[in-house]
């Protein structure tokens, strides 16, 4: 079977497109915009400061593309690993943001044209709009259709290099076992949100120095998880370690492990996204994929380690000795 390029259907996103081309309508209707127009507004409504109001609008309307984008991405990244059928609250995301500044952007529009502008909180525009708009997306989102996820059945085979640690597991000669989960899209996000975080220090510290220092502080940070997530079984036990830097975050000996078992999950369902997760059944450590290896400790703590081939992982440490369950 041909695998879809897209899992969730895009016609579940059209509150959202609706509400941007309200927007840009009402952006053409109202053109010619004034060159000077009010730009800010203070506590009591009244104006504050004057401008260029296309300012607002090359920040409004690229915002609201934002939004939906990144709506697509989260709503296809929860259809992929939805096991069962569950109502993606998720997909109100994009309406839920874009409504208000469509709201808040007609509201301005109007304000262009009075001789005296003074701004009011438009309630009656931001309940008709957002609460219209979510109506509609979760009616879509109950009328979206599911399937059971097509999965071709894994045999899994041991490797060479597998045969050879299992067969000195078994030997009681030195052994270690390592891998690793290093998404590229995580590293070039990294990489850019620090350089947008540096451009933002030095735009900022020529008119506020104070600022310079905690961002510079704060920016290796951002690079912490750059290299992935490290997992390494070695006869002292189980060791996680996040980054180039080799954070650690956890570390069981083998005596400590009372069981292991292969593990199905979805990122979004059930930990709210990627990276360091905790929900009420267990601490999670991945980056990716939707399979890891659940541990359980003598203690009745469980862990779940994301692995780019979790079988194997399982494998060495059933072979170290670990049980299964």
Request: some cysteine; aromatic content about 10%; proline content about 7%.
């Amino acid at each position: 079977m041909t695998r879809r390029l897209l899992v969730h259907p895009l016609w579940v996103h059209a509150p959202a497109v609706l509400l941007i081309g309200m927007l840009l309508y009402a952006l053409h209707q109202a053109s010619p915009l004034p060159v000077y127009a009010p730009l800010h507004f203070n506590f009591y409504g009244r104006v504050n400061r004057w401008g260029d109001p296309r300012e607002v609008f090359v920040t409004i309307v690229p915002l609201c593309l934002f939004w939906l984008g990144l709506g697509v991405l989260i709503d296809e990244l929860w259809a992929r690993s939805e096991v069962k059928r569950r109502f993606n609250w998720l997909s109100l995301l994009d309406e839920f943001t874009i409504a208000p500044l469509v709201a808040f952007t007609l509201y301005y529009l109007s304000l262009l044209r009075a001789p005296a502008p003074v701004f009011h909180l438009p309630v009656t525009q931001l309940v008709v709009l957002t609460g219209g708009a979510m109506g509609a997306a979760a009616l879509l989102e109950l009328l979206r259709p599911w399937r059971p996820p097509v999965t071709a059945e894994k045999h899994w085979a041991f490797d060479a290099a597998q045969d050879e640690i299992v067969a000195r597991i078994t030997s009681g000669q030195r052994w270690a076992y390592w891998e690793r989960q290093n998404p590229a899209w995580m590293n070039g996000l990294l990489v850019a949100l620090a350089f947008v975080f540096l451009g933002l220090a030095v735009g900022l510290g020529t008119h506020a120095p104070g600022v310079i220092l905690p961002m510079v502080i704060t920016l290796p940070l951002l690079l912490l998880p750059l290299g992935g997530l490290r997992v390494a079984v070695t006869p002292e036990g189980l060791r996680v370690r996040l980054g180039i830097f080799g954070l650690p975050l956890l570390t069981l000996p083998l005596q400590e492990i009372a069981a292991a078992r292969l593990h199905d999950f979805s990122p979004l369902q059930d930990f709210g996204g990627y990276g360091i997760r905790i929900n009420r059944e267990m601490k999670a450590y991945f980056f990716q994929g939707t399979r890891g290896v659940l541990v359980r400790s003598r203690a009745g703590k469980k862990y779940l380690i994301g692995s780019d081939t979790p079988e194997r992982l399982h494998a060495v440490l059933q072979a170290a000795g670990v049980a299964e369950g």
